[in-house]
């Protein structure tokens, strides 16, 4: 079955210090994948995505992603965190078997920072 | 800049009443998402459209129903609600193309009383 996992529910660090959050997935092909931020209140927002091609992608934020297919990982790095990346964090996989257009998003990463 | 709006950010409603969520899209967007999201769950869909009068049931389509009866607008249905549909609800549109981002409103958080 289809599935991403995000091992760690809730992951605190000092601003300026580096960021990586862990995503995993199963998937019985070449997923696509991406990742999304939540700030409180709000809708989620696409950070990055891969398709195809370079296997490190760059997105929005100073955000970026590594796809490593030996590892079923797309874990997603900041080199410096700021106080306003505070946020919940959402891998997903597509596209769902059951479903071109569906997406399957993991249970989120809640990101604190400290000043 | 893809705008998706949600009728309400906030509602409350009684046990048993019907409840309507109402999500318009201004990106002219074939496919449109309902997802329901709950701590340590992440999101789940609920139901999709990928065209109008369209409709595809999602993981957890018990207890809902949808409409879409212009492109731009999809609404969430809750028949009779319960209190167990206390829940932070979530709609999307994306292009038919291909399986890229899908762009997300602010979301509607329902409590049933």
């Known amino acids: 079955a289809q599935s991403v996992t995000q091992p760690d529910i809730h992951i605190t660090v000092s601003e300026g210090a580096s960021l990586e959050l862990r995503c995993n997935y199963s998937y019985g092909a070449t997923p696509y994948l991406f990742w999304y931020v939540q700030s409180p209140g709000q809708g989620l927002q696409l950070l990055l995505k891969?398709?195809?091609?370079?296997?490190l992608v760059q997105g929005i934020k100073g955000f970026e992603a590594e796809f490593k297919r030996s590892q079923s990982s797309f874990n997603l790095r900041k080199p410096s965190v700021h106080w306003s990346d505070a946020a919940e964090y959402f891998c997903?996989?597509?596209?769902?078997?059951?479903?071109?257009?569906?997406?399957?998003f993991g249970a989120g990463t809640r990101l604190a920072v400290h000043p | 800049d893809v705008k998706v709006t949600q009728s309400s950010r906030y509602l409350v409603k009684r046990t048993g009443e019907k409840v309507f969520l109402e999500c318009v899209q201004d990106m002219d967007h074939e496919n449109m998402f309902w997802y329901r999201q709950d701590p340590g769950l992440g999101l789940r869909l609920i139901y999709f459209s990928y065209d109008v009068k369209m409709k595809e049931k999602g993981d957890i389509p018990e207890g809902y129903s949808v409409s879409r009866e212009k492109k731009e607008r999809f609404s969430l249905i809750l028949e009779s609600a319960s209190t167990n549909q206390t829940s932070m609800y979530l709609c999307?549109?994306?292009?038919?193309?291909?399986?890229?981002?899908?762009?997300f409103g602010p979301g509607t958080r329902l409590t049933v009383t």
């Open positions: 999307a549109s994306g292009p038919i193309v291909s399986v890229t981002e899908q762009y």
């Open positions: 891969y398709f195809s091609g370079d296997t």
């Open positions: 997903a996989v597509g596209p769902g078997t059951s479903g071109y257009n569906k997406l399957i």
